[in-house]
């Protein structure tokens, strides 16, 4: 089948000025790529570790508990909360409330900020909380 090359082409993302709220919505899908391809590598890891032995499981432990891990670590779980609190704002839409544009970049901001926060609550409770 041929294009009609007269035929006008649909409004693309270079037309449309980006806010907050269409952001987040592509941060959602990216978090959630991202706990599927890490996340699930990781716990398959985990996983495989604990059932093959003690030497097994203590590579992973050894590599978990690496600083360097870190790296890993901190944006896997800010991945988590910044999907799982998008993916409660993305209910809320699909049950029709949110719409208004001031209350969708709100939630947007809101969301983002909430997830770096309880991000950083978790890391200090496990870095210095269980410590005490």
């Known amino acids: 089948m041929t294009r009609n090359?007269?035929?006008?082409?649909?409004?693309?993302?270079?037309?449309w000025k980006w806010g907050p709220h269409m952001a987040i919505s592509i941060l959602h899908r990216i978090t959630g790529v991202g706990l599927a391809l890490v996340g699930m590598g990781l716990f398959t890891w985990w996983l495989v570790a604990a059932a093959s032995g003690a030497e097994a499981y203590g590579t992973f432990a050894g590599w978990a508990s690496w600083k360097w891990a870190l790296l890993v670590w901190v944006p896997l779980s800010w991945a988590f909360f910044q999907h799982t609190l998008s993916g409660m704002r993305h209910f809320v839409m699909d049950a029709g409330a949110g719409f208004a544009l001031d209350t969708n970049k709100f939630w947007a901001w809101a969301v983002l900020a909430l997830a770096l926060v309880l991000t950083a609550l978790l890391w200090a409770w496990i870095i210095y909380g269980r410590a005490a």
Do not use: N
């Open 5 to 15: 090359p007269d035929r006008p082409l649909s409004p693309h993302l270079t037309i």
